[in-house]
């Protein structure tokens, strides 16, 4: 069963414009909350985190968004730029076992010049 | 700081072959480890996972086993490779004892033929 899951599968936005990738959990253990940002070949990068003790938190053009009561969590990229063309993973981990996260299953975000 | 090194880089290997990818952590103590194997195009899987010197989780039962025999250095193996062994294979660390920043290697390419 996937633990978050994550939507849309692909985006294509044009470049100044808002990307928004929308993900949901169930886990109410869950306490921290991070976005990858993952290039052909190379290894997911952290991008953004949050804690649920927040409802929002910025970082230049990314921002994400929290609402507790409906267990979701969104990554924002403001002006969007074609260098910004990745794919983004949010993921979920607890203070249980081992921090394993849970990833969503990825957004293939195109950022048209 | 912080680094995690993977390598090889790429690994071009015939089916029933053996083999060992090796994951070593610079700049920290007792980090737990993670192996993930990203097939192309999709997710991330969790595949094993390390709170400590010999102690190994496994997630998914396969064709693959993992080893820890030092604090900073995790080792992904198998006896005979399968074609469905092929993917990208990522290390990942954490701070042990919370919910924490998990960061990733620049991975390996591995190809069964």
């Known amino acids: 069963q996937q633990q978050v899951k994550q939507s849309p599968q692909s985006l294509i936005v044009q470049k100044g414009g808002i990307s928004i990738i929308n993900c949901a959990y169930e886990?109410?253990?869950?306490?921290?909350f991070p976005w990858y940002q993952q290039f052909p070949g190379k290894g997911p990068a952290l991008l953004i985190a949050?804690?649920?003790?927040?409802s929002e938190k910025k970082e230049g053009r990314f921002t994400i968004s929290f609402n507790k009561s409906a267990k979701q969590f969104s990554l924002h990229i403001m002006d969007s730029q074609p260098g910004d063309s990745a794919t983004y993973f949010c993921?979920?981990?607890?203070?249980?076992?081992?921090?394993?996260?849970?990833f969503g299953t990825g957004t293939r975000l195109t950022v048209i010049p | 700081s912080q680094t995690i090194h993977q390598w090889p880089a790429t690994l071009v290997q015939p089916v029933g072959s053996p083999l060992s990818l090796e994951c070593t952590v610079e700049?920290?103590?007792?980090?737990?480890l993670y192996w993930y194997r990203q097939a192309a195009g999709r997710g991330l899987q969790l595949l094993f996972y390390?709170?400590?010197?010999?102690?190994i989780s496994s997630e998914v039962p396969q064709n693959l086993s993992a080893s820890r025999p030092q604090d900073r250095q995790f080792i992904l193996s198998s006896k005979k490779l399968l074609l469905s062994d092929s993917g990208f294979y990522l290390c990942?660390?954490?701070?042990?004892?919370?919910?924490?920043?998990?960061?990733f290697g620049p991975g390996t390419r591995l190809t069964v033929t």
């Open positions: 390390s709170v400590g010197i010999g102690q």
């Open positions: 993921a979920a981990s607890s203070k249980t076992g081992a921090n394993n996260l849970f």
């Open positions: 949050i804690r649920p003790d927040v």
């Open positions: 886990n109410t253990a869950f306490d921290y």
């Open positions: 700049g920290t103590s007792n980090p737990n």
């Open positions: 990942a660390w954490t701070l042990a004892g919370g919910t924490y920043e998990q960061y």
